[in-house]
C-alpha cells in the first residue's frame, strides 16, 4: 500500500513583477505535481538545480504551505489539519537536510540536539530520552563519549549522521532526505547511504529521496520522479534506470 499520496501539489512564491523576469508575479516552482509512495520504498526526485523538488519536499511535509493540492498520509490529507494535529503528524515525517552543519544548532551539544525534538514533542522523561539519545547514537555510529561535543567538531560525514539520528529521535514513518549526501566527499557519500539502506531496513522507513544526479539515486532509490521546470516529466522503476549509462 501507499504510505504518501501526492495530489496536484502546487507551491508558488511570490515575487516582485520583473524579478527573475517574471511578470505575473509569483514564481511557478511547483506546478501540479502527483505521485505515490509506497510503504518501505526509497522513492527518488531528480532534476536539475531550480527544479523544484527542495520546495516540493518542504511542501509536501508542510514546513511551508503548499498553494494547491492534497497531500495524503495513510490517507489523511494534511493539508486539512489544524496547527495542533499537525505537530502531532510532524512526528511521522521527518527531514535530513543537505548541510548537516547549518541544520544543526552550534551552541548545542550532539546530546541535546539529539534529544530536541523528544522535548519538543513532550516524549518521555528524562531518563527516557537520555535512554533514547543513547541508542540514537549507537544506531548512526556515534560513540558514547561523542555526545558532549558539537557540530564544529565533527566532519561532514558525521554531523550528516548526527542529522540523520535527530529525524529518528521521534520515530518517524517517512523521511525526506533532501541532498542528503551532496555536500559530503565522495569517499564518504557511500557511507552515509549505506547507513540510510540500514536504518530503512531496522526501523521500516519510507524515504523519499532528492538528488541532483542519478548516480546516487540509482543505488538507493526502487522508483524514480523525474522533474523539470517545477513538473515530473516522468516517473520510472529502477530497473529501466539502469538502463541509462
Ligand atoms: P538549493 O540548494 O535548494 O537550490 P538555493 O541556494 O537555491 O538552494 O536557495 C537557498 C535559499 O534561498 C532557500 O531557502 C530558497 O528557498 C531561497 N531561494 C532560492 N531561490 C530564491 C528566489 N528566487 N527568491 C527568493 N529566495 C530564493
Ligand atoms: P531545487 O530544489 O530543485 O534546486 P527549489 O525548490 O530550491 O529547486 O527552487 C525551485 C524554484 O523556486 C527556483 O526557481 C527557485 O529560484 C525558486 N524559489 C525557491 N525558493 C524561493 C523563494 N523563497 N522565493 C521565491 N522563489 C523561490
Given at each position: 500500500?501507499?504510505?504518501?499520496?501526492?495530489?496536484?501539489?502546487?507551491?508558488?512564491?511570490?515575487?516582485?513583477?520583473?524579478?527573475?523576469?517574471?511578470?505575473?508575479?509569483?514564481?511557478?516552482?511547483?506546478?501540479?505535481?502527483?505521485?505515490s509512495?509506497?510503504?518501505?520504498?526509497?522513492?527518488?526526485?531528480?532534476?536539475?538545480?531550480?527544479?523544484?523538488?527542495?520546495?516540493?519536499?518542504?511542501?509536501?511535509?508542510?514546513?511551508m504551505?503548499?498553494?494547491?493540492?492534497?497531500?495524503?498520509f495513510?490517507?489523511?490529507?494534511?493539508?486539512?489539519?489544524?496547527?495542533?494535529?499537525?505537530?502531532?503528524?510532524?512526528?511521522?515525517?521527518?527531514?535530513?537536510?543537505?548541510?548537516?552543519?547549518?541544520?544543526?544548532?552550534?551552541?548545542?551539544?550532539?546530546?541535546?540536539?539529539?534529544?530536541?525534538?523528544?522535548?519538543?514533542?513532550?516524549?518521555?522523561?528524562?531518563?527516557?530520552?537520555r535512554?533514547?539519545?543513547?541508542?540514537?547514537?549507537?544506531?548512526?555510529?556515534?560513540?558514547?563519549?561523542?555526545?558532549?561535543?558539537?557540530?564544529?567538531?565533527?566532519?561532514?560525514?558525521?554531523?550528516?549522521?548526527?542529522?540523520?539520528?535527530?529525524?529518528?529521535a521521534?520515530?518517524?514513518?517517512?523521511?525526506?532526505?533532501?541532498?542528503?549526501?551532496?555536500?559530503?566527499?565522495?569517499?564518504?557519500?557511500?557511507?552515509?547511504?549505506?547507513l540510510?539502506?540500514?536504518?530503512?531496513?531496522?526501523?521500516?522507513?519510507?524515504?523519499?529521496?532528492?538528488?541532483?544526479?542519478l548516480?546516487?539515486?540509482?543505488?538507493?532509490?526502487?522508483?524514480?520522479?523525474?522533474?523539470?521546470?517545477g513538473?515530473?516529466?516522468?516517473?520510472?522503476?529502477?530497473?529501466?534506470?539502469?538502463?541509462?549509462?
Amino acid at each position: 500500500g501507499n504510505l504518501l499520496e501526492v495530489k496536484g501539489l502546487k507551491k508558488y512564491y511570490p515575487v516582485q513583477k520583473g524579478f527573475l523576469n517574471s511578470t505575473a508575479g509569483y514564481v511557478k516552482a511547483v506546478d501540479d505535481i502527483s505521485f505515490s509512495i509506497r510503504r518501505g520504498e526509497t522513492f527518488g526526485l531528480v532534476g536539475e538545480s531550480g527544479c523544484g523538488k527542495s520546495t516540493a519536499g518542504r511542501s509536501l511535509l508542510r514546513l511551508m504551505e503548499p498553494t494547491a493540492g492534497e497531500i495524503l498520509f495513510e490517507g489523511r490529507d494534511i493539508t486539512k489539519l489544524s496547527a495542533g494535529e499537525l505537530r502531532k503528524q510532524r512526528r511521522e515525517m521527518q527531514m535530513v537536510f543537505q548541510d548537516p552543519f547549518s541544520s544543526l544548532d552550534p551552541r548545542h551539544t550532539v546530546e541535546r540536539i539529539l534529544e530536541e525534538p523528544m522535548i519538543v514533542h513532550r516524549t518521555g522523561n528524562a531518563r527516557e530520552r537520555r535512554a533514547a539519545v543513547d541508542k540514537l547514537a549507537d544506531v548512526v555510529g556515534l560513540a558514547k563519549s561523542q555526545l558532549q561535543r558539537y557540530p564544529h567538531q565533527f566532519s561532514g560525514g558525521q554531523r550528516q549522521r548526527i542529522g540523520i539520528a535527530r529525524a529518528l529521535a521521534l520515530q518517524p514513518k517517512l523521511i525526506v532526505a533532501d541532498e542528503p549526501v551532496s555536500a559530503l566527499d565522495v569517499s564518504i557519500q557511500s557511507q552515509v547511504i549505506n547507513l540510510m539502506q540500514d536504518l530503512q531496513h531496522e526501523f521500516g522507513l519510507t524515504y523519499l529521496f532528492i538528488a541532483h544526479d542519478l548516480s546516487v539515486v540509482k543505488h538507493i532509490c526502487d522508483r524514480v520522479a523525474v522533474m523539470y521546470l517545477g513538473r515530473i516529466i516522468e516517473i520510472t522503476d529502477k530497473h529501466s534506470l539502469y538502463a541509462h549509462p
